[in-house]
Each structure stands twice: as C-alpha cells, then as structure tokens.
C-alpha cells in the first residue's frame, strides 16, 4: 500500500517532491509504462489541487492515442501539432496554457476545463507520448508545475526500456 502526499505542503515544489518520491517507490522495479502512467495519473488526480483531469496521450507512430487518466471520458485521438496535447508532442516541449479558450484549435473534453499543461514523454529522443492535467480554474498552473511534471516525465522515462 503506497501513502499519497497531501496538499499540507507550503510550495508547490515541495509538494511536488514527495510526488516524486513516491512515484520512485511505486515504480521502482517496474518498466510497464502503462502500469507506471496509470498509477501516475492516479497519484497527480488525487494529488494537485483543483485538477479535472490527469492521464497521458501515447505517440503511436502516427498520432497520441489516449492512454491511463482520471477524470471524465476523453478523446481517443489526437493528431500531432492539434491542441495543446499535439502541439506539446510536435514541439517535444512543454506547453503551459493559462487560458485554453485563448489556444488556437484548443480540444475541449471536457467543456469546465480553463487551463491546461502537457508536458512531452521523450526518450533517447523519441516521442513517447505527454502527459496531460487540466483545471476548471484559469491560470492554474505555474513554471513550478511544469518543473515537477517533467520531473516527473524524466522519472517515468528513466524506468521505460525500449
């Protein structure tokens, strides 16, 4: 049984420490991405305050495909340089909207979500898939968000053998 971290911590950097170290744990040992996504997913979900939806789009080769989330039912597919979620993976950046009703060709799923931050799956240079989290609040997310979500990332590549 694995502890979730709480939001009784003071930054968000630090909030997004023990995020990490306990994905380390949950994911020590086991290179599934999809066992290691789903669990991330979950974890952020209960995690991040004010979030709606977290989960990950996986790069097939062509487009991302939906892949483990929390929140409501999703779009399956996404063409690349398409939304936030497809520009992210085109660019293998990260992409941080504090209004997604200001992105050109935003991608609603669900139509509360108002802001929205994907950060790239990336590996020996290869596209992976992103991750995704949304907010019904605008602005929600920060530079510290993005640091710890690609920490994150960096986490889940560093246990993915290809």
Known sequence: MYELPNDSFETTTELYANIVQSLEHMTEGESNLIANLANTSSVL????RDVNWAGSYLFD???LVLGPFHGKPACIRIAMGRGVCGWAAAEQRTVLVP?????PGHIACDAVSRSEIVVPLVKN???IGVIDVDSPLLDRFSDDDARGLEQIAALLMSRLTL
């Not at 979900?45 to 991040?48: A, F």
């Not at 209004?99 to 992105?103: D, I, L, Q, S, T």
Request: aromatic share 14%; glycine share 6%.
């Open 45 to 48: 979900y209960h995690c991040l």
């Open 61 to 63: 080769g062509t487009e």
């Open 99 to 103: 209004n997604v009703a200001e992105f």
């Open 125 to 127: 240079n290869e596209l």
